[in-house]
């Protein structure tokens, strides 16, 4: 039986890498600002042919296992991953935004900061970003880094 869970969680994995390769950044968020993630992902693309990928697992009933290892297969998909604090709360992003150092040391990594109490936030964390332009920049940056 353990040897079919393995085969199983390698082909996901296999499939789940092939799909995707292209991916050039990788939106982290929590249920209550998918809808807003999913809407900066579809300006990005607006703006410029970019590969962004967004974590729609996110809104389904999931386990706690399965919750788990689709956050570790997302996070190993994208070497440019975007978290994005708006609603959600701050703790729940920090506790991924570890699992993403730990599994993926050398991923360019940011805060994308949205209302509510965005003044606040900026203060808070003055390296992030808050606008699109500003998320362009940092993807042109993490593109001359890892060229």
Known sequence: MLALI???????????????AEIEL??????ADLEAARQLKDDLKSKRAVAVESPDFVGSRLKAMERLRKWHDYLGHGATLLFYYGLAER?????IWQSARQQRPDARSTWFLAPPDLERKQQQFPDAVWNLDQ??????????ASA
């Open 91 to 95: 703790n729940r992003l920090d506790l």
């Open 135 to 144: 998320v362009l920049g940092f993807l042109e940056r993490s593109r001359g």
């Open 26 to 31: 990788a939106l982290v968020c929590e249920e």
């Open 6 to 20: 393995d085969e199983q969680i390698t082909r996901v994995h296999a499939e789940d890498g092939a799909r995707s």
